[in-house]
């Protein structure tokens, strides 16, 4: 139950009650089996990519140190929502406390911010390769890396600690009830009943400054690629630079916009009837998609899967 301060009337929830599809019960325990496989599947295959390019050599190039975070990024995401969401199908009990609520928006925020400023260096990262091929290795060194990543993460940090601060400053009505799977930003502000029209221009800065920003300086680097691409001589050139961009392009428009469809006016009608099928899609479906879309159409990866599996028979046959 709520409890009340001494000081005003303001009621603050000592938790919440996450509603999530709890209009639709008969679909509860199917959609709870389909999300199970999904973050499993998930799991697997973001820690896959992280394991080949920490003992692949081939690997140790900045792409894949980029993805290779991009993995972790996704695991901390499924991670810090997934579990939570898996209980509140199976269960009748729907309740978060207030601490567990503020950690899942955080994390949710910061691992959010950093991977759209991530997708930003992966396309710099792209363009220096294709457009600057002479001077690649000189220019995306390892340390360079290394700080481009830091920033990334920095910068999530800083907007998980201005967001959510300013989020849970709002009195929140009495019945504490969020219609979503997670606590995030357009569901708490929904919940409130005072005024939150300075955070919702808030979040909408913030999602032009980490979501259309980012998309259009990814645009213009790949306009620039799609030019040298076209002055390309080699066929097996163009056919690896077409893959490599076209499966980071699909990533980029999955992530940046389902996100900007609920962030951008985050108490809009849209969002409001939609917001939970978009968090579904981009906290169960997206940190998937990312190293299929990656693996599959990709031989440097596929070629890295064969030499380690070919090493652990070797050591199986040895022992």
Known sequence: MPKTTGRTNQTFPVGFILLGISEWP???RTLFWVVIFLFTMS???NSSIILLSCVDPRLHTPMYFFLSNLSFLDLCLTSASVPQMLVHLWGSDKSITHTGCVIQLCVFLCVGATEGVLLVQMAIDRYVAVCQPLRYTALMHRPLCWKLVFLAWLSGL???LVESSTIFQLPFCPHHLLNGFLCEVPVLLRLACGDTSVNEWQ??????IFTMVPVGLILASYGCIAQAVRNMKSEEGRKKVTATCSSHLLVVFMFYGTVAMVYTDPKSNFASKNGKFFTFFYTVVTPLLNPLVYTLRNKEVKDAWLRLMRK???LWKSK
């Open 43 to 45: 799991i697997l295959g």
């Open 312 to 314: 652990w028979v070797s």
């Open 158 to 160: 800083i907007v998980s």
């Open 203 to 208: 979040m909408t800065i913030t999602t032009v």
């Open 26 to 28: 008969q679909l509860e």
